[in-house]
Nanobody
Framework: VQLQASGGGWVQTGGSLRLSCAAS????????MGWYRQYPRNQRELVAA???????NYADSVKGRFTISRDNAKNTVELQMNSLKPEDTAVYYC???????????????????WGKGTLVTVSS
């Protein structure tokens, strides 16, 4: 699975950015799509995730400001980020959990894939 992410950049406090990620390649089914972010010298943390059926999970720090959406037919996921704060400044990574083949789907085995990070900078 290859992930192509786009949409990072620079914005002032209170502004908005939209991140997009498209999955391609060989796989049976994508189970979950999401976004993580990483601060310097820190581990990646979940920002938001969405399942095939639309179930979502958000970090407490972004609830009410960020919205994740997904197009199952196109295998894309987007993250609309509003009311951005300086503490949102980080490298954002697209993440996908997929069944690589039909047997993996039957076994419930999900393989994680990561896109290249995209930098989001929010100035105060």
């Amino acid at each position: 699975v290859q992930l192509q992410a786009s949409g990072g950049g620079w914005v002032q406090t209170g502004g908005s950015l939209r991140l997009s990620c498209a999955a391609s390649g060989s796989f049976f089914r994508i189970i979950v799509m999401g976004w993580y972010r990483q601060y310097p010298r820190n581990q990646r943390e979940l920002v938001a995730a969405i399942t095939t059926f639309g179930g979502t999970n958000y970090a407490d720090s972004v609830k009410g400001r960020f919205t994740i959406s997904r197009d199952n037919a196109k295998n894309t996921v987007e993250l609309q980020m509003n009311s951005l704060k300086p503490e949102d400044t980080a490298v954002y990574y697209c993440n996908v959990g997929a069944n690589v083949d039909k047997q993996a789907g039957k076994d419930g085995r999900t393989t994680p894939y990561w896109g290249k990070g995209t930098l989001v900078t929010v100035s105060s």
